[in-house]
């Protein structure tokens, strides 16, 4: 018969009521035999045992395998492990040697200093200088994660003869290349700032001139690390950065040579640039997964050359768990450096590595026991900074962000946070700049990822606000730089923790507003003292009556114009929280002035939003495209988060969640309905389009997946006679499929023509026509009355950017395009072998990603990257113009619709929301008063919003 343990005093220290613990934790579960328990953490009886018995504290990789094999909680556990150890004076970790270092770089990457550390990836370099000698533009590309930074920095650049220039581009790429190009050539940052900007020739001529006085062989190497950064904030200069750099390398005399690190998402960012596209064909430099024995290397080489071994158990174990994944490497470096801080001896072990947590679980395991060491102020100061330091992403994966320290209030609290985050290896701080020490602690830390995610829409906002407020003291803090009306409202109620320079901002914008609001309440009084006046006038003297009457009428006219507009502003605001005062203010204002922007928001504040809240069947992330159901009833939307759902909208007020989510692998870009509602056909970023089996459609069955596509598919069609589906990709053609029997749907044939990525595609009302707009600039008319036989017709040339949309009118007369130079350009195609450009539309403040015409053919709407969407009046295509501005997202309009009967608009926008529009203004009046207006506006509430103006409820005086 087995002795039973030495009873306990919990009194006798810590190192007794920690042992008299774990003996707490077995016997919560069941009391499992020691034999049990040594086969499930892999330590011997003795051993565990021993843990328990209160003569010694245990190992914190005993202690955790203990724990785990009681089924108990390890985080925990490592923070009671923690206090006992610091009670007891008891080091966590064997100490270093004076002057030894680290042989893992952890999430951090190698730098150039770290060369003699570097190991795995010897193959690749060779492969890159091999590929740079032949060529002056190589493109190194990979996933996150996949170590393309270290491969530049501590295996390239060490192994060049050559001057080398390294840098990140950061938010602002002109401004940094202008920063590395005065410390090699000399002169300040800003003159070269200029010159670049000037000409992007220039950093070509820069850097001869640098070298004149070198051997005639001699040149600069550019090394452009994390490329993708340029696409991030989306700034003008990107394109004379890139220009800059394709230049430098591609001229005639050149003496330099480029290489770029670029993450593979970010790819098809790299093809919306005609310079690139022409340096990518011959460029690329893939980086994949390490091979097994590279893998080997990268482990055992760096230990070896500390001193150290690596036990056989823990190579095998983490050999098998990292190879073939593209992604792993920062999480290997880091369970690495995590493993050789619990290290036995000079031995690297494989208890040691499970005490991290392993290779998923120590990235997270750090990140927490940096978070639960904080006090509940520094904890949200944490959550401030991750979040910050995040860059959200539009159709790729959330970056890490570089910022400075000035974005931060200097209090101590933001100190001791930076100051541990980076002794945690979590941060990198370099002068006055903060990033996150890799993007793999944006996917691997569970809380900064709930954080993100929670709060995406919030953090937006935030981040518009950061950069409004960069700009205002930017000028001086003007004034006209400030928030105001909606804008400022939304940033008052939705931001998260706004910095002390944001809320001066954000004060100076209440103050601009409350001084606009006084001097109106100042005109409405000198009004009523000019009535006053002119009362006493028309006694004294009779003749001026006529003067004084019309000036009177002139003050009034202006008090309600300013007033009209502005409650028509505070009904949009209000539409959601208080939608009953919505409503009524909004018809106040449309009564008082029955002007285009009070119809225009009396039509934004009426739009019914479906349920984003992903708990009602929502989307979690931005909604890309939108489509009605051809026999009404219902439409479908494809988000960002994978997923294509339905929506019952019978009731267009009160829109309700169809059957769960249509899952895709990737984000979904297009959806659409076969003419008679039977068949939804939905592409996606993962190379496909699916046919789904909607004839009853609460029960969707996928019916087939037509695979073909070499890169990601943006848009589907179908022809009018539903026996055609037609899809446009990024491989830069549009597919033809043959789907009258969906499920034995067949590639009929590829169109190709364009150059650069395929984006809409639609076809004509009488189906032998196909349209199709490209990243090229261009639209392309096809004859595809024979879809195995299609013949190009005419090129549409005019956009100077990208083309996003494009839509065919009913009569198949007129088409529209949509692009990111921000206009609409309309065209006469009655003869689509000689396509007349009739008119360019204007207004829009940002990219036009949508387009759409009415069944009737009478309007246009567009949707935009400005967060709006826009009707126009197409009565006559050569006169058109604008209609209604439809305000009410929150982030940019990627995708509209018309309903079948014309009486509804559909939006989905990258705020997370779809939105249904009532575009007649009568229509959207009567539900108005018959559906919202209750409770009835008060007088106080009137006076409030409407001074000076009788109080006349609108919905009780018709």
């Known amino acids: ?565 502005e409650s028509s502003d505070q009904a949009v605001a209000l539409r959601t929280t208080r939608p009953a005062l919505a409503a009524q203010l909004s018809l106040a204002a449309l009564r008082l002035v029955p002007g285009a922007a009070e119809q225009d928001g009396l039509i934004s504040t009426m739009s019914v939003a479906l349920p984003n809240d992903p708990g009602q069947a929502g989307h979690t992330q931005a909604v890309s495209s939108v489509a009605f159901r051809p026999n009404g009833g219902w439409v479908a939307t494809g988000g960002f988060d994978h997923t294509v759902r339905l929506w019952d909208i019978t009731d267009p007020l009160h829109p309700v969640p169809g059957p769960g989510a249509l899952p895709h692998p990737d984000i979904v870009t297009g959806v659409a309905f076969g003419p008679d509602g039977r068949l939804l056909a939905t592409a996606g970023r993962d190379r496909t389009v699916r046919l789904w089996d909607v004839r009853d459609v609460r029960r969707p069955v996928l019916v087939r997946t037509l695979t073909g596509h070499r890169d990601i598919v943006f848009s589907v069609a179908f022809s009018p006679d539903g026996r055609m589906l037609a899809s446009g990709s990024y491989d830069h053609t549009v597919r033809l499929w043959n789907v009258a029997d969906p499920s034995r749907a067949r590639l009929l044939s590829a169109l190709t023509g364009h150059r650069l990525n395929v984006k809409p595609v639609v076809f004509s009302p009488d189906g032998r026509l196909l349209a199709s707009g490209s990243d090229d600039h261009t639209v392309r008319l096809w004859n595809i009355a024979d879809g195995r036989r299609p013949r190009p017709l005419g090129v549409l040339e005019g956009h100077r950017d990208f083309v996003d949309a494009v839509a065919i009118s009913p009569d198949g007369r007129t088409l529209a395009s949509g692009s990111d130079d921000r206009t609409i350009r309309l065209w006469n195609i009655a003869d689509p072998r000689r396509p007349v450009p009739l008119k360019a539309l204007t207004g829009h403040a940002d990219v036009v990603t949508s387009v759409a015409f009415s069944p009737d053919g009478r309007l246009l709407l567009s949707g935009s990257n400005d967060r709006t969407a826009r009707l126009w009046d197409m009565t006559d295509p050569r006169g058109a113009h604008p209609r209604h501005v439809l305000t009410g997202h929150l982030g940019a309009v990627n995708a509209v619709a018309f309903s079948p009967n014309g009486r509804l608009l559909f939006t989905g926008s990258a705020d997370h929301t779809a939105q249904l529009w009532q575009p007649d203004v009568a229509h959207a009046a009567a539900l108005a008063c018959s559906l919202r207006a209750h409770p009835t506006i008060t007088e106080q509430q009137w006076r409030a919003h409407l001074p000076g103006v009788a109080y006349r409820p609108p919905c009780e005086h018709g």
Not at 251 to 270: K, T
């Open 1 to 565: 018969m087995p002795r039973g343990e030495r009873p306990l005093d919990a009194g006798d220290g810590p190192l007794l009521r920690f042992a008299a613990r774990l003996r707490e934790l077995r016997h919560k579960a069941g009391s499992p035999a020691y034999r049990q328990m040594a086969e499930r953490a892999h330590y011997s009886v003795s051993t565990l045992s021993e843990a328990a018995a209160g003569r010694r504290l245990p190992t914190l990789a005993v202690t955790l395998a203990y724990v785990c094999a009681c089924g108990g909680d390890p985080l925990e556990w490592e923070r009671i492990w923690q206090e006992t150890a610091a009670d007891m004076d008891v080091p966590e970790l064997p100490a270093a040697e004076p002057g030894q270092r680290a042989p893992y770089a952890g999430l951090a990457a190698f730098r150039t200093e770290d060369a003699e550390w570097f190991f795995g990836r010897e193959r690749l370099v060779d492969q890159v200088l091999r590929r740079l000698r032949g060529q002056r533009f190589v493109v190194v590309i990979g996933a996150s994660g996949s170590g393309k930074s270290s491969l530049l920095r501590a295996g390239l650049v060490p192994a060049l003869e050559q001057r080398t220039v390294v840098f990140t581009p950061g938010p602002r790429p002109l401004e940094e290349c202008a920063i590395h190009i005065a410390a090699m050539a000399g002169g300040t940052p800003g003159r070269w700032y200029e010159e670049l900007s000037a000409d992007p020739a220039n950093l070509h001529r820069a850097l001869r001139r640098t070298l004149t006085a070198e051997p005639p062989g001699s040149e600069v190497v550019l090394v452009v690390d994390q490329f993708e950064e340029t696409f991030t904030q989306g700034t003008a200069e990107d394109a004379v950065f890139i220009s800059a750099l394709v230049t430098a390398a591609r001229a005639p005399n050149s003496r330099c040579r480029v290489v770029l690190g670029v993450r593979a998402d970010f790819y098809a960012h790299c093809t919306r640039h005609p310079d690139l596209v022409e340096v990518l064909r011959d460029a690329q430099v893939p980086v994949g997964p390490m091979s097994l024995e590279e893998l080997r290397c990268a482990i055992v080489r760096p230990a070896v050359r500390s001193g150290l071994t690596v036990e056989g158990a823990l190579l095998a174990t983490l050999t098998a768990q990292a190879q073939g994944r593209p992604g792993v490497l920062p999480l290997l470096s880091h369970a690495l450096l995590e493993t050789w801080r619990r290290r036995r001896g000079n031995a690297l072990t494989l208890d040691g590595f499970r005490a991290t947590g392993g290779l998923e679980g120590a990235l997270a395991r750090t990140a927490e026991t940096f978070y639960d060491g904080l006090t509940a102020a520094q904890r949200d100061v944490a959550r401030q900074v991750f979040t910050r330091l995040t860059a959200l992403g539009e159709g790729t994966e959330d970056t890490r962000r570089r910022m400075t320290k000035t974005e931060l209030d200097p209090t101590p609290d933001v100190r001791v946070v930076l100051d541990r985050a980076a002794a945690a290896r979590l941060l990198l701080l370099d002068h006055d700049r903060i990033e996150l020490a890799h993007e793999a602690l944006i996917r691997c830390w569970p809380r900064l990822h709930q954080w993100l995610t929670r709060d995406r829409e919030a953090l937006r906002i935030q981040r518009r606000l950061t950069e409004a407020t960069d700009l205002w003291e930017s000028l001086d803090r003007d004034p006209g730089a400030l928030y105001r009306g909606a804008t400022l409202a939304m940033a008052q109620h939705a931001t998260l923790t706004p910095s002390r320079r944001e809320q001066a901002f954000l004060r100076a914008g209440v103050e601009a507003a409350a001084i606009e609001a006084a001097r109106g309440q100042r005109r409405t009084r000198r009004t009523r003292q000019l009535a006053t006046l002119l009362a006493v006038l028309l006694v004294a003297a009779v003749g001026a009556v006529t003067v004084a009457v019309r000036a009177q009428q002139q003050l009034t006219r202006q008090r309600d114009t300013a007033l009209a507009r």
